[in-house]
């Protein structure tokens, strides 16, 4: 891989101004997903355009051209899904210039409809497992941090919920450890959000603001994370496109039984990426009200509208 890799300093920024989060969501068609997961990655501003910059040179290093030629974006359920595992993991490791070439024969082959051969399924795959462990290593190297709230598949509101025009509990609790966050740096912090439908994205909208204006702690942070979060295209965006891959691996590989995190995982996701979840994930001891206690930028809240406790 060329990435120059380097170890993040502690809690993953440097210091400075101002950090985007980009966020994005999974398993919220309630479907197949053990959990429904919103979160996503912070970089400090600085970081933006050499992340971009070194994105791409990666893109191209595994596919050997950019994959929006080929009407394709780069999402965490097409990089590590179980068929393209299983390709990368059907022949012997390629040469990264026979990998390329054999992977644009792939992506032609898919605007053509043609069926592609064995070795480009193969060549793909690797790529495909290149790409998502490259991510990673470049989130690694920009000093991003991770953050994610997860709550059960399926969960719903009991009846007679009056309180619909407020954030749910779990999204509590991913806004305060990016608060956390932004504290110790004396930095301010900026939500990026993937678009999804505008009445789902204005009514997300009013929870947060009717938060950060009508409760005690809303209040408090909002002097560190701006109310207004900004709306962008994923397909455009790529830390938002980052932000897919790990909340992907969260919902399908990231485990802590003893915190109730304990739906079947997958074994190979959680082998191969779990390490690199951990490693990036806030993690810093607070102390509020008197009491110190360690916090963690993946939470786990088993009903997100019971009474609100510390996770």
Same mark, same amino acid.
Request: glycine letters at 8%; a neutral charge; hydrophobic letters at 40%.
């Given at each position: ?73 780069? *999402? =965490? #359920? &097409? ?5 393209? !595992? ?5 022949? @012997?490791?390629?040469?990264?210039? /026979? ?53 059960? *598949? =399926? #969960? &719903? ?5 009056? !309180? ?5 509990? @779990?999204?509590?609790?991913?806004? /305060? ?135």
């Amino acid at each position: 891989m060329w990435i120059s890799f380097g170890l993040a300093s502690e809690n993953g920024v440097k210091n400075g101004r101002d950090l985007l989060l980009f966020l994005d969501e999974s398993g919220h068609d309630h479907r197949q997903m053990p959990y429904e997961v919103r979160g996503g990655v912070a970089l400090h501003v600085s970081r933006i355009w050499p992340f971009e910059q070194q994105w791409v040179r990666l893109e191209e290093d595994c596919f050997g051209s950019p994959l929006h030629l080929y009407r394709k974006e780069i *999402k =965490g #359920c &097409k990089l590590v899904d179980k068929d393209r !595992l299983r390709w990368s993991q059907e022949g @012997d490791m390629m040469e990264a210039q /026979e990998r390329r070439k054999l992977c644009r024969s792939f992506l032609t082959k898919g605007l053509e409809k043609a069926q592609p051969t064995f070795h480009e399924f193969v060549a793909y795959g690797q790529a495909c497992k290149e790409m998502a462990l490259g991510i990673l290593q470049l989130l690694m190297q920009h000093e991003a941090v991770l953050f994610a709230s997860m709550i059960p *598949k =399926g #969960c &719903k509101p009991p009846k007679n919920f009056h !309180l619909t025009e407020y954030l749910r509990k @779990d999204h509590v609790f991913l806004l /305060e450890r990016f608060y956390y966050l932004l504290e110790q740096k004396g930095a301010h912090g900026i939500l990026v959000m993937d678009e999804v439908e505008k009445e789902t994205d204005r009514r997300f909208v009013r929870q947060l603001q009717a938060y950060f204006k009508r409760t005690n702690q809303g209040r408090l942070r909002s002097s560190k994370v701006v109310p207004t979060p900004f709306f962008v295209s994923s397909e455009m965006t790529h830390p938002v496109q980052a932000a897919d891959l790990c909340i992907y691996l969260i919902n399908l590989g990231f485990r802590i039984p003893a915190l109730g995190l304990d739906a079947p995982a997958n074994q190979t996701l959680a082998v191969e990426f779990g390490s690199w979840l951990h490693r990036m994930q806030f993690s810093s001891e607070i102390e509020k009200e008197g009491q110190k206690f360690n916090s963690f930028g993946i939470v786990y809240v088993p009903d997100p509208y019971s009474a609100r406790t510390n996770g």
